[in-house]
């Protein structure tokens, strides 16, 4: 065949960015602090209740918008943990991870020609989502400050709401910046949504993995006028360290849920029905609060840890306020080193450093606004992160 047989829509977007760089780090025996998943063991009340769903028969088709189990517990979570009252069968759909839920938000929810307002840098699914759907994003820049926080221009959030705009995609606790949205920047994004009658997809996977009491989750959903024009989504992946589970919803008042699953029953039409078993008793029982708070306290040492050897070797880092992921300025490094660009260095430290990270570059429309990061995840054992430094260590000093 001559054509290239990848639709046309979906060309420009290669292969991930987290394969690409897993796969390098592979091949070059590299410690992967790239990708984000967590390298040590899932929590044993979990995988012993998956093991029980699945022995005890629960093996055939869910129903599609959830387990009921499932959706009850979601909404006692959801209220539980900064959320609202919502009703678990008209308002809360299960979907196969977040990344399900964004793309039934998309197909579901968006008009071809639809403008979309995306911050960057974005999570990678965001845009091949968009284009699915035929939406148009428009960009809004978290720009990287002298003191490393990222911050928005209140003008250009303005400048990309127009009379196009259906809606916004807002990811917080923000993958790769490790930003938490204060309450104020949140009021501003919900009166240009309420302003321009926008709705938002909220992504809110990190909602747990917080680590500043001064800088807690707070859900767009709760602000004043939002709970009709907010589709709230999350997972379980890393909240109990999960990631190839799968198990994730989407929480919406009924208009915008039949929108999700128009789309979620052609998609998957349901989700793995033991881990839905499991993942209801993870989200009920008292075991699942007392290994968040662990988990949180974990990552709030490792991030600690992993920042201050950075900011030694000569990385310009300010501790996240969530997320397992931190954003390095290695200018000072790379510099002396010759090398120009994320890319060029993210490279160079795998291959020669052994040490995998991801260029975060590839997360905005304007390049240059990331060239000069690289992200690190930090929800990896000790050991792994004593090894990461060890080796930049030597390749380095
Ligand atoms: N959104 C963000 C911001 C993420 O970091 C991730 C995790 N990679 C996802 C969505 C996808 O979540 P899931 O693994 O539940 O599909
Ligand atoms: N969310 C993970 C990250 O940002 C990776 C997800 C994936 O591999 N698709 O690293």
Redo the contacts with the bound molecule.
């Keep these: 065949m001559s054509t290239p047989a990848t639709a046309t829509r979906l060309r420009s977007f290669g292969t991930?960015i987290?394969a690409e760089i897993t796969q390098l780090a592979t091949e070059h025996g590299a410690v992967n602090l790239s990708?984000?998943f967590p390298d040590f063991d899932s929590p044993e009340f979990l995988k012993q209740a998956a093991r029980h769903a699945i022995i005890v028969g629960n093996n055939q088709y869910a129903r599609t918008q959830g387990m009921p189990r499932l959706n009850e517990a979601i909404a006692g979570w959801f209220r539980r943990f900064g959320g609202r009252p919502v009703d678990p069968h008209d308002e809360i759909t299960v979907t196969s991870g977040c990344t399900e839920a964004l793309a039934a938000c998309c197909l579901g929810l968006l008009e071809p020609g639809d403008e979309v307002v995306v911050f960057e840098p974005y999570y990678d699914a965001y845009l091949p989502d968009l284009a699915m759907a035929g939406a148009v994003p428009r960009f809004v820049t978290l720009h990287a400050e002298t003191d490393g926080s990222f911050a928005i221009q209140e003008d250009e959030l303005r400048a990309a709401f127009g009379a196009r705009t259906r809606a916004v995609i807002l990811n917080t606790p923000h993958?790769p910046t490790g930003k938490v949205f204060s309450r104020e920047e949140l009021a501003m994004i919900a009166a240009l949504c309420i302003e321009h009658d926008a709705i938002v997809i909220a992504d809110e996977v990190y909602e747990r993995l917080t680590y500043d009491p001064d800088k807690p989750h707070i859900s767009i959903a709760t602000l004043p006028g939002m709970a009709e024009r907010t589709v709230v989504l999350s997972s379980l992946g890393k909240t109990f360290s999960v990631t190839g589970w799968k198990i994730g919803w989407a929480i919406a008042p009924p208009h915008l849920t039949a929108g999700v699953r128009a789309a979620h029953q052609f998609l998957t039409y349901a989700t793995s029905t033991p881990l839905q078993h499991a993942a209801a008793d993870a989200l009920s029982g008292v075991k699942a609060q007392a290994y968040v708070t662990e988990l949180t306290a974990l990552y709030a040492d490792r991030r600690r840890f992993l920042c201050d050897e950075l900011r030694d070797l000569g990385f310009g880092v300010n501790e996240p306020e969530g997320t397992y992921f931190i954003m390095a300025d290695h200018t000072a490094i790379s510099e002396r080193l010759g090398l120009s660009g994320d890319i060029e260095f993210c490279r160079w430290l795998t291959t020669e450093a052994g040490v995998a990270t991801i260029p975060p570059s590839v997360f905005y429309t304007n390049k240059a606004e990331g060239e000069r990061l690289l992200r690190f995840?930090f929800c990896k054992r000790q050991k792994t992160l004593y090894a990461a430094i060890w080796r930049m260590r030597r390749a380095l000093t």
Excluded: K
């Design positions: 991930s987290f990708q984000g993958n995840a």
